[in-house]
């Protein structure tokens, strides 16, 4: 006489074949998440608005205390502007603003500054005043202008209307 397999024996037969186990899920889930933090970094991230208005905010505060170091200590500053290397570097700190690959550095200097040559940065005088300058910060649909007025020193930022 054949002996029957019991309902509980017939069951879990039947449904080891039908599902997954919890430990090939988590060997799954452990997986896409290996995965997912190698290709997650290398996926570039746009500058957003409030960044880029930030790194105007930041560049207007290293001209001011530029400008005000001169003043305090009645000499002359020289804040230095490479906008190849998309870089504004401070002439009393030293302190360097680089900006990342998608924000392009447009700067309109003057060429001749205090009888001498200026051409790539903005020097600030002891009695305020400055040679003055132009720095334009920009991504695709939006920018801003950081303005040094040349009588006065005084440092503006303006967005800018690009198509």
Sequence with gaps: MERLPTL??????????R??????ILCVLAIIGMLAAIIL???PRATSRAK????AVEAAALLKADRNAALRRQIQVKTTVDAEARSIRSGVTGRTIR???DVTLEAMLASRCADRIAGRSIEFFPS??????VIALARPGMG???RVNWLTGGVDIVPQKLL
Excluded: D, K, Q, T
Aim: net charge negative.
């Design 8 to 17: 509980p024996a017939a069951h879990a037969e039947r449904s080891g074949e």
């Design 19 to 24: 599902g997954f186990a919890l430990i090939e």
């Design 41 to 43: 970094p290398a996926i």
């Design 52 to 55: 880029l208005e930030s790194y």
């Design 99 to 101: 900006l990342p690959s």
């Design 128 to 133: 305020g005043m400055s040679c003055g300058g």
């Design 144 to 146: 801003f202008e950081v």
